[in-house]
């Protein structure tokens, strides 16, 4: 046993052989999966009788609306429903349209094509972003003096949220690529920044920490940035589709968050989030709310502490990405797309550092857990996935700490000698 914990401990378990042939292994069994998923299909239809994509049949549906000069029915369930009934069928099940007007800009080109093409482009074009984001932040390694090789690649493309992404056709590939991307262009290019920032915008409930980390490091031009754009997108979206359809978008969001936050519509085993841990356990809403709020504050505060301070650019990245999902109430197992920015940002800071007591072991369980999140919460009550992104947000919190003391250490330790 202590053989066992002094392994977990070093984190020499894992090997470089270990970790390429586990992500060969997940993504040859996901390609075998989706293959055999596809071939059993009848047409656009599953073998469960969904739609191939599932979510992303609501977007495309809210986009063929837009076409059609409908915009303002994507908030309209009924309409929604039976515009997906009527491309999948009577049968289909219902997504329901949970965005912004923002995203609809997205969802309109999409519906110009077949939805198969759609469908293909959207995965393809927002995995090949995805990929991009995390082989600059691993490249970046190479400005320290150390050499990155080949293998970050099935790291990356083997992540299991991965696989949940595209099963769901979802959107988690473009908020991790467009988070990672505004992340790499701060030092050098605020403004741009500011710009990927607030194309984030289709994601509200991501914006509960950024803004009060980048004040805290003094990014105003980013933060002004980040608003422009949101403000421009908001015009847009109301010069094209008339400023009625935001007032739709206001009025449905109280039903979606009573049925698929507070109720539990989507599965509360779904929801990475200490919101759904405590309504998973019987706790009722309000105790939810304050629980969610008591963990999003110290996040918060944690956070902006972190990049007010001197330490390591990358983990300043890592606790920030980690942090904007464990301060939302509403995330989703998809949407640990973002864990892999963290999860990346902490080897380089690793490599360049030496790797802390349990890190790596941690690093691993990180990568791993997307896989068994929903199933473990589902069959235990245990949310797996909230515990790991927790311990991950303490042990890069504590590490940032230890490295601001030895920052701070090191004139007073020179100046001695």
């Not at 469960?48 to 609306?65: C, E, Q, V």
């Not at 949970?98 to 999409?110: E, H, K, Q, S």
């Not at 701060?186 to 920044?193: Q, R, V």
């Not at 360049?352 to 890190?359: L, M, S």
Request: net charge positive; aromatic share 12%.
């Amino acid at each position: 046993m202590t053989h066992i914990w002094q392994g977990l401990r070093s984190g020499q378990w894992l090997t470089a052989a270990r970790i390429r042939g586990y992500s060969l292994i997940l993504l040859a069994f996901c390609a075998i999966a989706a293959a055999g998923w596809i071939a059993l299909s009848d047409g656009l239809i599953d073998g469960n009788g969904k739609p191939i994509g599932t979510d992303f049949s609501s977007f495309y549906a809210a986009g063929s609306l837009v076409l059609d000069g409908r915009a303002a029915d994507v908030y309209n369930m009924a309409a929604h429903y039976a515009r997906e009934q009527q491309i999948f069928g009577a049968a289909t099940p219902y997504y329901g349209w949970l965005y912004p007007p923002i995203f609809l800009l997205v969802a309109a080109p999409l519906a110009l094509l077949p939805y198969s093409l759609a469908l293909a482009a959207w995965q393809i074009s927002t995995f090949a972003l995805y990929l991009s984001v995390i082989g600059v932040i691993v490249r970046r390694l190479r400005r320290r003096g150390i050499a990155i090789g080949p293998l970050w690649l099935p790291i990356a493309a083997g992540f299991p949220a991965v696989f949940i992404n595209l099963g769901h056709g979802q959107n988690g590939f473009l908020s991790a690529g467009l988070f990672g991307a505004a992340l790499l262009a701060l030092p050098t290019a605020p403004i741009a920044s500011g710009v990927l920032f607030g194309l984030l915008a289709y994601k509200p409930q991501f914006a509960l920490v950024a803004p009060f980390a980048l004040l805290a490091a003094g990014q105003w031009r980013t933060v002004v940035a980040a608003g422009i754009t949101v403000l421009m997108l908001v015009g847009a979206t109301s010069l094209v589709f008339g400023t009625d359809i935001w007032l739709s978008f206001a009025a449905s969001t109280e039903t979606s968050r009573k049925l698929l936050l507070e109720q539990g519509d989507v599965g509360f085993e779904k929801l990475q989030s200490v919101f759904s841990a405590v309504r998973m356990w019987g706790g009722g809403a309000p105790v939810a709310y304050v629980v969610q709020s008591v963990v999003s504050v110290a996040t918060v505060c944690g956070t902006a502490w972190t990049w007010r301070s001197s330490c390591d650019p990358e983990l300043k990245c890592a606790l920030l990405a980690i942090a904007t999902l464990l301060a939302s109430p509403h995330v989703l197992d998809y949407d640990l797309m973002i864990l892999a920015l963290a999860i990346a940002f902490i080897v380089s800071a690793g490599f360049a550092g030496g790797f802390r007591d349990y890190e790596i072991s941690l690093l691993a369980a990180a990568w791993i857990v997307p896989l068994a999140a929903r199933s473990v919460a589902g069959a235990t009550g245990i949310p797996l996935g909230l515990l790991v992104l927790l311990t991950l947000y303490v042990f890069t919190l504590r590490r940032a700490v230890l490295d601001r003391a030895n920052s701070t250490a090191s004139p007073h330790r020179l100046a001695q000698a």
